[in-house]
């Protein structure tokens, strides 16, 4: 088709975040974009702010610095904090690229920035007229997603007892770490749960779960029939899967991106809010938004 959009969207480490811009290109695809995903793999000089970094490349390896070059495109979607440089850098080597930003950016550079799309629950930053506001994160959990997803990984699944619980485990958190008080609490109330309906689990942790907290939740869980998927494994991950196949739901509370996706789902979720764990944020997503519209 002539005469598309071209959409860089800038790709980090950062699966919550890139699930997010995954999803809305998976809708603006629909649309006849053409779509570039340019993938940033950065440098410990990343970590300086972003009044520091500016808009130039600072931060980056060479090889990621080589791949940002003309033909520019339309569009740039900067993903977290630490992408924004680079968004605007493109900006300023071809000032027609409108940028479109997903979470808070930060206060360096808002101005140039066309759109920024905020969950609900940042509304305490200070508004600035590029802000549109969602609720949740935007995910690619869609009705043919999980279609396709059940297809695959039933017959996987098939010979677990029903019903199925799928178990989605995050971790620590800026400044706050998951404890193992916090691990076992999730895992005796996980224990409780299927007591009390039976049937198995589908499991699976995050790098930000830990070693040891993953460790004493699955000793803990070792007598329930599960499907896992461990941080480190090295097979084909099953996390669509898990979601479309569950009967219902348990998600830590410490990822909007992981929450937002399970209630994608239609199916009944509870969510684990832990002790001293989840910042004032969090709460405000799960109680304000999220449990108001997801009972």
């Not at 999803?23 to 603006?28: E, F, R, V, W």
Request: with cysteine; net charge positive; charged share 25%.
């Amino acid at each position: 088709m002539a005469n598309k959009k071209v959409l860089w969207i800038l790709i980090d480490n950062r699966m919550g975040s890139v699930g997010q811009a995954r999803g809305i290109a998976q809708q603006l695809n629909e649309a006849h974009f053409e779509i570039i995903e340019k993938k940033l793999d950065y440098t410990k000089l990343s970590g300086l702010p972003n009044f520091v970094r500016s808009n130039t490349l600072l931060g980056l390896t060479s090889e990621t610095k080589q791949s940002l070059k003309a033909p520019w495109p339309d569009m740039v979607m900067s993903i977290s904090r630490r992408t924004v440089p680079v968004a605007r850098y493109i900006k300023k080597k071809n000032p027609e690229t409108k940028l479109i930003q997903l979470m808070y950016p930060g206060e360096t550079g808002l101005n140039e920035f066309s759109l920024v799309l905020l969950p609900e629950h940042d509304k305490d930053k200070p508004y600035h007229k590029s802000f549109r506001y969602l609720i949740g994160a935007p995910h690619r959990v869609t009705p043919s997603v999980l279609s396709e997803a059940k297809e695959k990984w039933a017959p996987v699944f098939k010979d677990l007892p029903r019903p199925l619980t799928a178990v989605i485990v995050g971790g620590a958190i800026k400044k706050r770490a998951f404890t193992l008080e916090n691990a076992k609490e999730l895992a005796e109330k996980i224990l409780k749960a299927k007591k009390k309906l039976g049937g198995s689990i589908l499991i699976t942790t995050s790098r930000r779960t830990g070693q040891k907290a993953q460790d004493l939740i699955m000793e803990t869980l070792k007598d329930i029939p599960a499907h896992t998927f461990l941080w480190g494994d090295k097979n084909e991950n099953p996390y669509l899967g898990y979601l479309a196949c569950a009967d219902n739901i348990i998600v830590t509370g410490d990822s909007v991106s992981m929450c937002s996706e399970a209630c994608g789902t239609g199916k009944p979720v509870l969510v684990f809010e832990g002790n001293d764990w989840l910042t004032k944020k969090h709460y405000r997503f799960v109680h304000a938004n999220l449990s108001r519209r997801h009972p």
